[in-house]
């Protein structure tokens, strides 16, 4: 079992900055998958980011890309996400998810929550115009 916390969220500006961190316990993420998501009053569950934890793979929606940076901490068993240039539009609550790792595993199935086996609780992030 992996239990997740998220922290460092918040209220922001447009145009600024925040960093998630996502914490395991329980387990580490060795081996796995760890991804972010976010959901927006009323929208569904979406895909932000992702990382292969042994490899260091990142994976990127088209919405964030080039504005923000998934990346994890070995020593911390921690995955963080740096969010530059916010927009209100980045407004939901952030969750991040753990996918057990699965030989074969595709992007597809990286960037679809329906693939992910444990979920922290999230934390809000909220942009102002």
């Known amino acids: 079992q992996v239990q997740l916390g998220e922290s460092g969220g918040g209220l922001v500006q447009a145009g600024g900055s925040l960093r998630l961190s996502c914490a395991a316990s329980?387990?580490?993420?060795?081996?796995?998958?760890v991804g972010w998501f976010r959901q927006a009053p009323g929208k569904e569950r979406e895909f932000v980011a992702g990382?292969?934890?042994?490899?260091?793979?990142?994976y990127y929606a088209d919405s964030v890309k080039g504005r923000f940076t998934i990346s994890r901490d070995n020593v911390k068993n921690t995955v963080y996400l740096q969010m530059n240039s916010l927009k209100p539009e980045d407004t939901a609550v952030y969750y991040c998810?753990?996918?057990?790792?699965?030989?074969?595993?595709?992007?597809?199935?990286?960037?679809?929550?329906?693939?992910?086996?444990?979920w922290g609780q999230g934390t809000q992030v909220t942009v102002s115009s």
């Open positions: 990382i292969r934890w042994n490899s260091a793979s990142t």
């Open positions: 329980g387990r580490t993420f060795s081996g796995n998958v």
């Open positions: 998810a753990v996918k057990r790792f699965r030989p074969g595993i595709t992007t597809a199935q990286v960037m679809a929550p329906r693939e992910y086996d444990y």
